[in-house]
């Protein structure tokens, strides 16, 4: 099938500043909202209040925003952002490399209970950092766990349902921040030790840890598909 021409593309982009809100994408399982930077939305009082399961309707992850930071301490700034089909895209700069920073649902692949982060850079970057910045229902509990060396962020809901945040670098260390409504906030340093490509993972599921690490573990094998 030939490729049609750009005018004909299911695609368009806005400057960031333009923006104050992104796209909806949902499966057969959740439902997501997204801000003008590609990031999970957290508007209380309202529909776009985070990542949404439809089948106990129930919000495992009430916001999440996904920042870069190079090794000085400073921050990629968003430039602008492009809207697809599958997937929301915000380019970023760090110094004067682009990156592309993209988040996607899947469709098709073995858990559709979980939304990830995709970092594509122009050129290799060194010792940065990838700062989770997640908002969770209160009663969520969330600890540091390990497996085979690489260090993740595991969280159990207070009705069992368990969680992770994986990282394609290993978990630094993270902190937790109560809030006035009761809902918690983690912020959380996943490592960019170098290379042009990095990545975070939120998945959950009802029936056990073993199911969402099984995914991402799968997810960031070298020859899984994008």
């Known amino acids: ?10 695609s368009y982009t806005f400057p960031v500043e333009r ?5 909806s994408f949902g ?5 997501v909202t997204l801000d003008g930077v590609s ?8 529909a776009r209040l985070g990542l949404r399961d439809a089948f106990d309707q129930r919000y495992y992850l009430l916001g999440w925003k996904v920042s870069l930071h190079s ?4 921050d990629a700034t968003p430039v602008d952002t492009t809207f697809l089909p599958s997937s929301q895209v915000t380019n970023l700069r760090l110094g004067r490399t682009r990156v592309a920073k993209k988040f996607l649902l899947p469709y098709e692949n073995n858990l559709l209970r979980s939304a ?12 940065c950092a990838l ?66 490509a990095a990545a975070l993972s939120f998945a959950y599921s009802h029936r056990g840890l073993h199911v969402p690490l099984a995914n991402v573990q799968e997810t960031y094998m070298p020859d899984a598909g994008s």
């Open 1 to 10: 099938m030939p490729v049609p021409p750009p005018a004909f593309r299911l």
């Open 19 to 23: 923006l104050k809100r992104g796209h």
């Open 27 to 31: 499966n057969a399982l959740i439902y």
């Open 39 to 46: 990031d999970v939305s957290h508007e209380p009082h309202s």
């Open 71 to 74: 090794a000085d301490g400073a």
């Open 116 to 127: 990830h982060f995709i970092f594509d850079a122009d050129a290799a970057l060194k010792n």
């Open 131 to 196: 700062q989770s910045r997640a908002v969770f229902p209160a009663g969520t509990k969330l600890s540091q766990a390990d497996q085979n060396g690489h260090a993740y962020l595991s969280i159990q809901h207070d009705n069992g349902t368990v969680a992770v945040i994986w990282g394609s670098g290993s978990l630094r260390g993270f902190t937790i921040h109560p809030m006035a409504d009761g809902c918690i906030e983690c912020a959380a340093d996943f490592a960019w030790d170098s290379g042009k």
